[in-house]
């Protein structure tokens, strides 16, 4: 049971984590851009950057804190999709492209979610994939 709790706890923090950094990019996008090393050359493309990110960072931040308030683990996979398709594409252009600065800081994060969200999701109360997809 301890475990769980703190599995429990931690999907909550990196939730609050997660509603900082999507509330970084709607109020201040140059700040949370600049966060990440991304800039854009046009209007267009900071509102790309200000919906996006915001989208991505928020509604991975409403379905941890809702998961991990309800004790329902089917919400946990729509993040952990998320993070873990980010980290994929992170680790194919370190392959494609080579190391960057700074590049293992964001991995990690990446990571470290993917790893606590499966972990959540297995030991709270969920759905077989199987009955979510049929």
């Known amino acids: 049971m301890p475990i769980r709790l703190a599995l429990t706890a931690l999907v909550f923090l990196l939730g609050l984590f997660d509603v900082f950094m999507a509330a970084s990019f709607l109020f201040t996008p140059h700040a949370g851009a600049a966060?990440?090393?991304v800039s854009a050359a046009v209007p267009a493309g900071w509102a790309t950057i200000r919906a996006d990110f915001t989208a991505f960072f928020g509604v991975a931040a409403l379905c941890m804190m809702v998961g991990a308030w309800r004790?329902?683990?089917d919400l946990l996979l729509v993040p952990g999709l998320l993070f873990g398709v980010a980290l994929l594409g992170r680790a194919l252009d370190l392959v494609l492209v080579?190391?960057?600065?700074g590049w293992a800081q964001p991995m990690a994060v990446e990571a470290l979610h993917v790893i606590v969200l499966v972990a959540a999701w297995r030991i709270l109360p969920h759905h077989r994939v199987r009955e979510l997809a049929g």
Do not use: E, V, W
């Open 71 to 73: 004790r329902n683990g």
């Open 98 to 101: 080579g190391a960057y600065p």
């Open 35 to 37: 966060i990440l090393g």
